[in-house]
């Protein structure tokens, strides 16, 4: 049975994943629980033979690292400092602990004798630079060229951060796979997204008004079974080696409005939206070309947004809001 390693496991991305490769896989999880969570799906996750949790910090607990296994087949490196707010409050230790987490994973992965691939989560934030100073083209391609925020903006030590992991994972001498994740949504990703934050808006509404930020930006959503099923594909692909992929839906973006009567319309209140200012430095747009990664995989995606939503809300009335 091939093993896995997936860094910040009990996270969002990290969890559904481990979900998908537990039937097939030996899965070892590494994560410190500063963000994820051990609740009852985490929890449940636990039961099967073979996942083994590893409860470790990956930039201090140095003798728990030499514990892992030497034989890994695939690493995923999901671990990272991440959340607007989070990264504003320490726009320092985003750019100190992002870097350290990704090298001691490279160091891991470097230590492996088996080791197939190692996939990098980079970040639809790292085309934020180019957006800002020259405008970008839409859908977005994986060779745009990638621009700076100044130094100074706190939000934008993030975007730098998975820049610079990129060109960490490029000079690392290791088979990798980098992937640019766009607006993944679905069960269990926390409260901090705009589809959670609408959810709960909606449901703890006391009047026929909705407030929406932002109203006229853009996004490309990806329900997270197909945004993963479709970074799963690509590594199977010889053609993926130390490469670089956007992944996010095939379908076209669109503007937070949009998706808030959808959001509407499906816990059946009766609201209207009341159109609130823009959030600061939040990007206007965000739709990635996938054209690349679908080239060498042919994924066909399951879930339309509709779909996605409806089982995005089941899970967050049944696990959050009856709370």
Same mark, same amino acid.
Not at 1 to 17: E, N, P, Q, V
Not at 22 to 40: E, M, P, T
Not at 91 to 96: A, E, F, K, R, T
Not at 215 to 231: E, T
């Given at each position: 049975?091939?093993?896995?390693?997936?860094?910040?496991?009990?996270?969002?991305?990290?969890?559904?994943?481990t979900?998908?490769?537990?039937? %097939?896989?030996?899965?070892?999880?590494?994560?410190?629980?500063?963000?994820?969570?051990?609740?009852?799906?985490?929890?449940?996750?636990?039961?099967?033979?073979?996942?083994?949790?590893?409860?470790?910090?990956?930039?201090?607990?140095?003798?728990?690292?030499?514990?892992?296994?030497?034989?890994?087949?695939?690493?995923?490196?999901?671990?990272?400092?991440?959340g607007?707010?989070?990264?504003?409050?320490?726009?320092?230790?985003?750019?100190?602990k992002?870097?350290?987490?990704?090298?001691?994973?490279?160091?891991?992965?470097?230590?492996?004798?088996?080791?197939?691939?190692?996939?990098?989560?980079?970040?639809?934030?790292?085309?934020?630079?180019?957006? %800002?100073?020259?405008?970008?083209?839409?859908?977005?391609?994986?060779?745009?060229?990638?621009?700076?925020?100044?130094?100074?903006?706190?939000?934008?030590?993030?975007?730098?951060?998975?820049?610079?992991?990129?060109?960490?994972?490029?000079?690392?001498?290791?088979?990798?796979?980098?992937?640019?994740?766009?607006?993944?949504?679905?069960?269990?990703?926390?409260?901090?997204?705009?589809?959670?934050?609408?959810?709960?808006?909606?449901?703890?509404?006391?009047?026929?008004?909705?407030?929406v930020?932002s109203?006229?930006?853009?996004?490309?959503?990806?329900?997270?079974?197909?945004?993963?099923?479709?970074?799963l594909s690509?590594?199977?692909?010889?053609?993926?080696?130390?490469?670089?992929?956007?992944?996010?839906?095939?379908?076209?973006?669109?503007?937070?409005?949009?998706?808030? %009567?959808?959001?509407?319309?499906?816990?059946?209140?009766?609201?209207?939206? %009341?159109?609130?200012?823009?959030?600061?430095?939040?990007?206007?747009?965000?739709?990635?070309?996938?054209?690349?990664?679908?080239?060498?995989?042919?994924?066909?995606?399951?879930?339309?947004?509709?779909?996605?939503?409806?089982?995005?809300?089941?899970?967050?009335?049944?696990?959050?809001?009856?709370?």
């Open positions: 049975m091939k093993k896995i390693l997936i860094t910040g496991g009990a996270g969002f991305m990290g969890y559904h994943l979900r998908k490769l537990i039937k %097939k896989y030996q899965v070892d999880i590494a994560d410190n629980f500063s963000r994820g969570g051990k609740d009852k799906d985490f929890l449940n996750l636990l039961k099967y033979n073979n996942v083994k949790l590893f409860n470790l910090d990956l930039i201090k607990n140095h003798n728990k690292i030499q514990k892992l296994s030497k034989n890994y087949h695939y690493i995923f490196h999901f671990a990272a400092v991440v607007v707010s989070n990264v504003i409050n320490s726009p320092y230790g985003v750019l100190v992002n870097f350290k987490l990704l090298q001691n994973a490279i160091d891991i992965a470097k230590k492996q004798k088996k080791l197939k691939r190692f996939i990098f989560s980079s970040s639809s934030e790292v085309y934020f630079g180019t957006l %800002k100073n020259y405008g970008l083209t839409f859908p977005t391609k994986e060779n745009t060229k990638l621009s700076i925020l100044s130094l100074s903006d706190k939000r934008g030590t993030y975007m730098l951060s998975k820049i610079y992991g990129e060109a960490l994972c490029e000079q690392a001498n290791i088979p990798f796979t980098i992937v640019r994740p766009h607006n993944f949504y679905g069960p269990r990703m926390g409260a901090s997204h705009v589809i959670p934050e609408l959810f709960k808006k909606v449901y703890l509404s006391k009047n026929k008004k909705l407030d930020f109203p006229k930006h853009r996004r490309n959503f990806c329900y997270i079974d197909d945004g993963l099923d479709l970074i690509l590594i199977s692909k010889k053609k993926s080696l130390n490469n670089t992929y956007n992944i996010g839906n095939k379908s076209k973006d669109i503007t937070i409005e949009k998706l808030s %009567k959808i959001i509407i319309k499906i816990s059946k209140k009766d609201l209207k939206i %009341k159109r609130k200012r823009d959030i600061f430095n939040s990007p206007q747009r965000r739709w990635p070309d996938v054209s690349k990664a679908l080239k060498i995989t042919s994924y066909k995606f399951k879930y339309d947004l509709k779909r996605g939503l409806l089982k995005t809300h089941e899970w967050y009335k049944s696990n959050i809001f009856k709370h």
